[in-house]
């Protein structure tokens, strides 16, 4: 596996949104949608905001790869589920970083039904 470099987890902390692609059993890419994503050390996390029955969620469970890209950054990622005993550290970095939203938005983010779908990205 690889590791993030700094300008990459630089520019992933300090932009709002980034595009994810999940990649299909053929090999090609979806159309990549637009979700939040949050730096917690030298890590990349995100979530579904709209918990496991959204397709963009679905589409991860059949390869875990896909791709990500945000400003500069143009990679391929691995998608690994994680446990639990991340969600603390994640729920803050949410908090943190996109805490000029509405207060339920953040919950939302933050639900459990959310923080189920919450996947550590690993470029490849």
Do not use: C
Not at 12 to 26: Q, T
Not at 60 to 86: C, K, M, P, Q, Y
């Amino acid at each position: 596996m690889t590791a993030w470099t700094p300008d990459q987890l630089d520019t992933i902390a300090r932009v709002d949104e980034i595009e994810i692609s999940s990649r299909r059993p053929d090999g090609t890419l979806t159309t990549p949608r637009v979700i939040w994503a949050v730096r917690t050390d030298d890590e990349i996390y995100i979530r579904s905001v709209n918990g496991p029955t959204a397709a963009w969620y679905r589409a991860t469970r059949s390869r875990h790869e896909g791709h990500l890209r945000v400003a500069d950054v143009d990679i391929d990622v691995t998608f690994i589920d994680t446990d639990n005993t991340v969600t603390d550290r994640v729920d803050a970095a949410y908090r943190d970083k996109y805490r000029r939203y509405a207060a339920s938005i953040i919950d939302s983010i933050n639900s459990p039904r959310t923080a189920e779908t919450t996947m550590r990205l690993i470029p490849r």
